[in-house]
């Protein structure tokens, strides 16, 4: 939600697709947004959305069939008329999910600073630290990535950001950070610049407001840690490199007429 409204607000034309639609946080967080647009009249951008649904055919090969045509015939509508295309994807390892991976320019992977969310990338020996190899996720990404250069000329940027730091856990952020640095190397991914665990990421949901939009929100008062997590927001953007990818020298919003 946060790097498809940063984008928006730096004058991209967006489109978000919420491929996670049983659970639908992505489209509820939208909908929270339009009510919030309704209720206060305010002007805040808003990104195209749609929500892809599991295809309910009968047969396992028909269900896969559909969702691909869903997600090809979403791709084909928002295409000509956005810049980029933010896809939010489940956790778990479905057909949708593969396929949307497969048409990624950009792949962003958030993780949590924990060895938890670590064995969702790579298998890491207990003693010493070293990787032992992909993890199940890694191994569909490399996959993925492989097929989407044979079919396109074109892999897939992957970027690997951290999520909820937090200051007291020093020990526990090095050693995270040290084995992740020999796996960006190993499975050819960069890490971006994480998010600090933060209070007000909860609070936004409701009002489907991201920390790009807080000044529409008289009653939200602006701290120095949302300014703080802003920074974050605009670092982990500068990490994906929207001007790089569309060959601007400037953002859209920026640029004068
Ligand atoms: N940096 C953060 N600080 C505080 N809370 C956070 C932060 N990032 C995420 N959260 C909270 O953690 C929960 C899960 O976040 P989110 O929905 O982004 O994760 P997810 O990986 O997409 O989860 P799922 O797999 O269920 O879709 C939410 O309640 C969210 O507000
Ligand atoms: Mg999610």
């Known amino acids: 939600m946060h790097v498809a409204i940063a ?13 996670d639609a049983r659970q639908g946080t992505m489209t509820r967080y939208m909908r929270n947004r339009f009510r919030f647009i309704e209720r206060t009249r305010v002007h805040t951008p808003m990104p195209n959305h749609m929500a892809i649904m599991r295809s309910s055919a ?16 979403a791709l084909d509508e ?35 600073d924990s060895f938890v969310d670590l064995d969702l990338l790579a298998d890491i020996d207990p003693d010493s630290h070293a990787i032992l190899g992909p993890s199940v996720y890694t191994r569909m990404v490399l996959e993925q990535r492989l097929m989407k250069e044979k079919r396109t000329g074109r892999g897939i940027d992957w970027l690997v950001m951290r999520n909820r730091l937090m200051h007291l856990d020093a020990r526990n ?26 209070v007000i990421f ?45 060959g601007y020298r400037r953002p859209p919003s920026e640029k004068r007429n």
């Open 7 to 19: 984008l928006l607000r730096l004058g991209y034309r967006v489109g978000t697709i919420d491929l």
């Open 58 to 73: 009968e047969t396992m090969s028909q269900q896969a069939e559909d969702e691909h045509s869903f997600l090809l015939m």
């Open 78 to 112: 928002m295409g000509p008329i956005t810049d980029f295309i933010v896809v939010d994807t489940p956790g778990a390892d479905t057909n949708l999910n593969r396929l949307a991976h497969g048409y990624a320019d950009t792949l962003l992977t958030p993780m949590n």
């Open 173 to 198: 952020k090095r050693e995270i950070s040290e084995i992740l640095d020999k796996a960006s190397g190993e499975f050819g991914f960069k890490t971006a610049p994480g998010f600090g665990e933060r």
């Open 202 to 246: 909860k609070e936004l949901f409701l009002k489907g407001l991201t920390l790009m939009d807080i000044k529409d929100d008289p009653d939200v008062p602006l701290t120095l840690s949302q300014l703080t997590a802003r920074q974050e927001v605009r670092q982990l953007i500068a990490a994906i490199g929207p001007e790089r990818i569309k």
